[in-house]
């Protein structure tokens, strides 16, 4: 447990799914002594990934908040997830860290999986070094693992360590800045061996190239080393701690997470070359006092829970916070969190991640003042797009009263989730970044709220229009005793261009129709155009009623919007109509290597490429632009991730409403006139 009056540090671990992330926050506490076994991920008994939805998947499907002491530092571990569904929900935490910890496995032909990470940190300013964990399954070279990284990092990758081969595996390490030699013990620490000759040569050139590299950013080390000078171990250290922490270099640590290998060394690193608190809150831009609000979370017994860290001084229970609108609420019950245990506690240090309960005015991104109101704020950061949706519906009504008050909890908890009401197709859509997303979140509704809910593909806002003009004579006429119902138009209707609506004219002259019919007539043709031939919303029409008919007694306002909506709904019937679908531009970004084949996908669903250019400031990135019909988005970044190994992602907006082929049309409004296929269609 963190400690009291203790410098806190937070550190976030990120990287790609599978790299072992969880499986390298289970090593820490185990090497700092915060647990007494190091659980394993798939066997379900880490401290890590505890809730059912991350056990069923193996993998983290929310942030994970780990804590522990080191060497009388206090440590907090954000451990971030790494599947691009997810992501959004560790954005603010990992942005509000000391030290980013890349962690990644050691194929090279993986190396371009990291881009992503690398390039949100830089954009973000956080310091970062890499831990490529798994050594000792590694192929290739850290050479080739370096080289292959460089291109997608600003700052000089600096490698802190080589490996000690044992034939083919990696026994040990060569501390790089000590110049000593280690082995690896499985869940011991590493034993210091002597430097053999043939260990020492390779050693010699990539301390030089670390010196080097080093020396980029200080003069006085490059004096030294075009003097042939040997630098002090002082220097050394205090260049690897300053340029660590100004984001100049990123220093690349390796070893095993499962087998405790090279855990201990990361730990000294993190301890020495980690920024405090402060540096970070002068990066955020915040001053004096404040809880930073990182996430919002229901998913206990305890209730809401505002997870925030602590700059600028102690937060304790009951005091005062103060948002920068001036709205204030008293601090509940303070909580420092271990995976899915949480333990009450007094006070959170400066430095600290701790939840805080009752405190509902506040949201994530919000910096509340510790007694006082907060000195300027902090910029948001930029979540991946929202790009799928499914259409929820519940069992019962009572489970519909609870259903929207479920679902602005599930949002508030995590950003990349939004929900709205179409008002079109009359359906609550839940909208979330992918499938495997919005899965995992329809799993929360049920478990975390107990609301028993489906989802199902949300409908294709498909329309109609007319090739032709038409008019037809409308008469509705109905006698049942007393006054009866009268009403006669004749209307012409035409063909507007794509976007111009609807348009009704008056041209009745010599009073054929009284003018307070005239109105109900417009209505008719409204209530003529919401329900097509096919069965979908007629755009770009317009209808002129010319002549008509009335009754001195009959007649009425229905009758007339009766006799409106018969004329037009059987005009449009014989004015050629035609089906149009919805079409996205569609922004792919993917790593170059499966540029070929999502070229082929979106050709195969229906899609028309616009061009394609390498991404701008990307290493081996292209971005395609493209036409994709809305219905031909279903499943797609699912597609996309597959051949790319998990890495292309899209942004969709609407572009425009385009005409449907007519085997494709025919399909779709087949499946509309099947039993359950009204009201809206899947696509």
Same mark, same amino acid.
């Given at each position: 447990?963190?400690?009291?009056?203790?410098?806190?540090?937070?550190?976030?671990?990120?990287?790609?799914?599978?790299?072992?992330?969880? *499986?390298?926050?289970?090593? =820490? &506490?185990?090497?700092?002594?915060?647990? !007494?076994?190091?659980? /394993? %991920?798939? $066997?379900?008994? @880490?401290?890590?990934?505890?809730?059912?939805?991350?056990?069923?998947?193996?993998? *983290?499907?929310?942030?994970? =908040? &780990?804590?522990?002491?080191?060497?009388? !530092?206090?440590?907090? /571990? %954000?451990? $971030?997830?790494? @599947?691009?569904?997810?992501?959004?929900?560790?954005?603010?935490?990992?942005?509000?860290?000391?030290?980013?910890?890349?962690?990644?496995?050691?194929?090279?032909?993986?190396?371009?999986? /990291?881009?992503?990470?690398?390039?949100?940190?830089?954009?973000?300013?956080?310091?970062?070094?890499?831990?490529?964990?798994?050594?000792?399954?590694?192929?290739?070279?850290?050479?080739?693992?370096?080289?292959?990284?460089?291109?997608?990092?600003?700052?000089?990758?600096?490698?802190?360590?080589?490996?000690?081969?044992?034939?083919?595996?990696?026994?040990?390490?060569?501390?790089?800045?000590?110049?000593?030699?280690?082995?690896?013990?499985?869940?011991?620490?590493?034993?210091?061996?002597?430097?053999?000759?043939?260990?020492?040569?390779?050693?010699?050139?990539?301390?030089?190239?670390?010196?080097?590299?080093?020396?980029?950013?200080?003069?006085?080390?490059?004096?030294?080393?075009?003097?042939?000078?040997?630098?002090?171990?002082?220097?050394?250290?205090?260049?690897?701690?300053?340029?660590?922490?100004?984001?100049?270099?990123?220093?690349?640590?390796?070893?095993?997470?499962?087998?405790?290998?090279?855990?201990?060394?990361?730990?000294?690193?993190?301890?020495?070359?980690?920024?405090?608190?402060?540096?970070?809150?002068?990066?955020?831009?915040?001053?004096?006092?404040?809880?930073?609000?990182?996430?919002?979370?229901?998913?206990?017994?305890?209730?809401?829970?505002?997870?925030?860290?602590?700059?600028?001084?102690?937060?304790?229970?009951?005091?005062?916070?103060?948002?920068?609108?001036?709205?204030?609420?008293?601090?509940?019950?303070?909580?420092?969190?271990?995976?899915?245990?949480?333990?009450?506690?007094?006070?959170?240090?400066?430095?600290?991640?701790?939840?805080?309960?009752?405190?509902?005015?506040?949201?994530?991104?919000?910096?509340?003042?510790?007694?006082?109101?907060?000195?300027?704020?902090?910029?948001?950061?930029?979540?991946?797009?929202?790009?799928?949706?499914?259409?929820?519906?519940?069992?019962?009504?009572?489970?519909?009263?609870?259903?929207?008050?479920?679902?602005?909890?599930?949002?508030?908890?995590?950003?990349?989730?939004?929900?709205?009401?179409?008002?079109?197709?009359?359906?609550?859509?839940?909208?979330?970044?992918?499938?495997?997303?919005?899965?995992?979140?329809?799993?929360?509704?049920?478990?975390?709220?107990?609301?028993?809910?489906?989802?199902?593909?949300?409908?294709?806002?498909?329309?109609?229009?007319?090739?032709?003009?038409?008019?037809?004579?409308?008469?509705?006429?109905?006698?049942?005793?007393?006054?009866?119902?009268?009403?006669?138009?004749?209307?012409?209707?035409?063909?507007?261009?794509?976007?111009?609506?609807?348009?009704?004219?008056?041209?009745?002259?010599?009073?054929?129709?009284?003018?307070?019919?005239?109105?109900?007539?417009?209505?008719?043709?409204?209530?003529?155009?919401?329900?097509?031939?096919?069965?979908?919303?007629?755009?770009?029409?317009?209808?002129?009623?010319?002549?008509?008919?009335?009754?001195?007694?009959?007649?009425?306002?229905?009758?007339?919007?009766?006799?409106?909506?018969?004329?037009?709904?059987?005009?449009?019937?014989?004015?050629?109509?035609?089906?149009?679908?919805?079409?996205?531009?569609?922004?792919?970004?993917?790593?170059?290597?499966?540029?070929?084949?999502?070229?082929?996908?979106?050709?195969?669903?229906?899609?028309?490429?616009?061009?394609?250019?390498?991404?701008?400031?990307?290493?081996?990135?292209?971005?395609?632009?493209?036409?994709?019909?809305?219905?031909?988005?279903?499943?797609?970044?699912?597609?996309?991730?597959?051949?790319?190994?998990?890495?292309?992602?899209?942004?969709?907006?609407?572009?425009?409403?385009?005409?449907?082929?007519?085997k494709v049309a025919h399909d779709i409004v087949q499946r509309r006139a099947e039993p359950g296929g009204g009201g809206k269609s899947k696509g």
């Open positions: 447990m963190v400690g009291t009056g203790k410098q806190v540090r937070a550190i976030a671990l990120v990287g790609p799914a599978g790299a072992g992330k969880t *499986s390298l926050a289970e090593a =820490l &506490l185990f090497a700092a002594g915060a647990i !007494d076994r190091q659980g /394993v %991920v798939g $066997a379900g008994s @880490s401290v890590g990934d505890s809730s059912p939805e991350a056990r069923s998947r193996g993998g *983290s499907t929310e942030l994970n =908040l &780990l804590r522990f002491d080191w060497h009388g !530092d206090g440590f907090v /571990v %954000v451990d $971030a997830p790494g @599947s691009a569904g997810f992501a959004a929900d560790a954005a603010l935490a990992v942005r509000a860290v000391d030290l980013a910890l890349v962690v990644i496995d050691p194929d090279p032909a993986r190396a371009p999986l /990291v881009e992503p990470t690398l390039r949100r940190l830089e954009a973000a300013g956080v310091p970062h070094a890499v831990f490529v964990n798994k050594i000792d399954q590694a192929r290739g070279s850290i050479e080739e693992l370096l080289a292959a990284l460089q291109p997608m990092s600003a700052a000089a990758l600096v490698a802190r360590q080589i490996p000690i081969s044992a034939g083919e595996r990696v026994a040990g390490f060569v501390d790089l800045a000590l110049e000593r030699a280690y082995h690896y013990r499985p869940g011991k620490p590493s034993e210091q061996v002597p430097l053999t000759p043939h260990v020492r040569e390779q050693e010699a050139i990539a301390r030089q190239v670390m010196l080097e590299q080093l020396a980029d950013h200080d003069d006085v080390l490059l004096e030294q080393l075009l003097s042939d000078e040997v630098p002090s171990l002082d220097l050394v250290f205090g260049d690897l701690t300053r340029e660590t922490q100004g984001g100049l270099v990123v220093p690349v640590l390796f070893g095993s997470a499962l087998n405790g290998h090279g855990v201990r060394r990361l730990l000294k690193m993190l301890r020495h070359d980690a920024p405090g608190a402060a540096t970070t809150a002068a990066r955020l831009g915040i001053t004096g006092a404040v809880a930073h609000v990182l996430k919002i979370s229901h998913g206990n017994a305890i209730g809401r829970l505002a997870l925030a860290r602590i700059f600028g001084g102690a937060l304790d229970e009951g005091a005062d916070l103060i948002c920068a609108d001036g709205q204030s609420a008293r601090a509940g019950a303070l909580f420092a969190l271990q995976g899915g245990t949480t333990t009450k506690i007094k006070r959170a240090e400066p430095g600290d991640i701790v939840g805080i309960a009752k405190v509902d005015l506040v949201r994530a991104g919000d910096v509340a003042g510790i007694g006082v109101a907060p000195v300027g704020g902090v910029a948001g950061v930029e979540l991946p797009v929202a790009n799928c949706a499914l259409a929820v519906a519940v069992d019962g009504h009572k489970d519909e009263v609870r259903l929207s008050s479920a679902l602005n909890r599930l949002v508030e908890e995590d950003p990349g989730l939004h929900w709205n009401h179409d008002e079109s197709s009359h359906e609550t859509l839940l909208h979330g970044i992918n499938d495997e997303h919005l899965a995992v979140a329809m799993e929360r509704l049920k478990r975390r709220y107990g609301v028993e809910v489906s989802g199902h593909r949300r409908g294709v806002a498909y329309k109609e229009s007319i090739r032709k003009p038409a008019s037809q004579h409308g008469r509705h006429k109905k006698q049942s005793g007393g006054h009866g119902q009268f009403g006669d138009v004749v209307i012409e209707i035409r063909p507007l261009d794509r976007g111009g609506g609807f348009i009704f004219e008056d041209r009745i002259t010599g009073g054929a129709i009284p003018r307070q019919w005239i109105p109900a007539v417009e209505q008719g043709a409204r209530d003529a155009l919401a329900r097509g031939p096919f069965g979908f919303p007629v755009v770009d029409v317009a209808v002129a009623l010319v002549d008509g008919s009335f009754h001195s007694v009959d007649s009425s306002e229905l009758a007339f919007r009766t006799a409106g909506r018969m004329a037009v709904a059987d005009a449009l019937a014989a004015a050629a109509p035609y089906l149009l679908e919805p079409m996205a531009r569609v922004t792919i970004h993917t790593p170059g290597s499966a540029t070929s084949r999502i070229g082929s996908a979106v050709a195969g669903r229906r899609g028309q490429m616009l061009g394609m250019a390498p991404k701008d400031g990307w290493s081996r990135w292209d971005a395609i632009e493209a036409l994709l019909p809305e219905a031909e988005l279903h499943g797609l970044e699912g597609e996309l991730r597959s051949l790319s190994q998990g890495m292309a992602h899209y942004e969709a907006s609407f572009d425009h409403l385009a005409e449907v082929a007519s």
